[in-house]
Nanobody
């Protein structure tokens, strides 16, 4: 079973940047698509971005297009989310997902 560990969250001012990482255990990570989701207080979990197993195809929610970049390093069993030009509305717990498995999440807080 795949286990996921997110890291890289923190407190940043609006306009700042953070880079999230998702480290996966198991040998199947490199053969499946993966995604980043987020959940803000009082809101449902929503998809932020997704990437194909090869990294050739990506998806971004409209709210983050042009600001976030998803990538993966299959040799390291790790997925990344580079977040630039952060806004207060990006404040949430960010989770990665592979094959239905979820990590524990990492908190991102953007102050205005």
């Amino acid at each position: 079973q795949t286990q996921l560990v997110e890291s890289g969250g923190g407190l940043v001012q609006a306009g700042g940047s953070l880079r999230l990482s998702c480290a996966a255990s198991g040998r199947t990570f490199s053969t499946y698509a993966a995604g980043w989701f987020r959940q803000a207080p009082g809101k449902e979990r929503e998809i932020v971005s997704a990437i194909s197993w090869s990294g050739d195809n990506t998806f971004y929610a409209d709210s983050v297009k042009g600001r976030f970049t998803i990538s993966r390093d299959n040799a390291k069993n790790t997925m990344y989310l580079q977040m630039n030009s952060l806004k207060p509305e990006d404040t949430a717990i960010y989770y990665c997902n592979v094959l239905g498995a979820w990590g524990q999440g990492t908190q991102v807080t953007v102050s205005s």
